[in-house]
């Protein structure tokens, strides 16, 4: 079981970028996959989730209406659009991977992680 974050880097306050998370190894379309993201200095923080099917999405408030899952089951792969970006947004990004098609909260409840990538807010 592998996933694979990518798409991080340095962009503008406003400005977009969207994540990869890229799988193999186990049937995507079983699982709920999650985002992360981790600043310095402080604790791994939920973001975001999409379940197995796609029909439902979480967000955490202060993502809300600027950022979007989505999964490509037939490309093994969930992506994460991050519009309006914000200097505190700043931080590694993981995506994780439950043990069944629905979603959970706490970082506990996924079994698989990819290897992050930085997102970086700044002008």
């Known amino acids: 079981v592998q996933l694979q974050a990518s798409g991080g880097g340095l962009v503008q306050p406003g400005g977009s970028l969207r994540l990869s998370c890229a799988t193999s190894g186990f049937t995507l379309d079983h699982y709920a996959i999650g985002w992360f993201r981790q600043a310095p200095g402080k604790e791994r923080e939920s973001i975001s989730c999409?379940?197995?099917?796609?029909?439902?999405?979480y967000y955490t408030d202060s993502v809300k209406g600027r950022f979007a899952v989505s999964r490509d089951n037939a490309k093994n792969t969930v992506y994460l659009q991050m519009n309006s970006l914000k200097p505190e947004d700043t931080a590694v990004y993981y995506c994780a991977r439950t043990f069944t098609g629905w979603c959970r909260q706490r970082g506990s409840e996924y079994g698989y992680w990819g290897q992050g990538t930085q997102v970086t807010v700044s002008s």
């Open positions: 999409i379940t197995s099917s796609g029909g439902s999405v």
